[in-house]
């Protein structure tokens, strides 16, 4: 029989993953991919960068 206290860890982790699965971050629509994802982020910091150097 588990334990009170594994019972509610494993409760605890059962809802942060589902958490995890819904957040939009994680999400990846057709056509998108995390590599997409990682571009964009490197073209918007260079864009930044050039508008501070400006």
Avoid at 2 to 7: D, L
């Amino acid at each position: 029989m588990p334990t009170p206290r594994r019972t509610l860890l494993r409760r605890r982790l059962l809802r942060l993953s589902v958490r995890i699965e819904g957040h939009p971050f994680w999400s990846t629509p057709a056509g998108r991919t995390p590599a997409a994802r990682v571009e964009l982020r490197r073209r918007v910091g260079a864009s930044r960068r050039a508008e501070g150097a400006a």
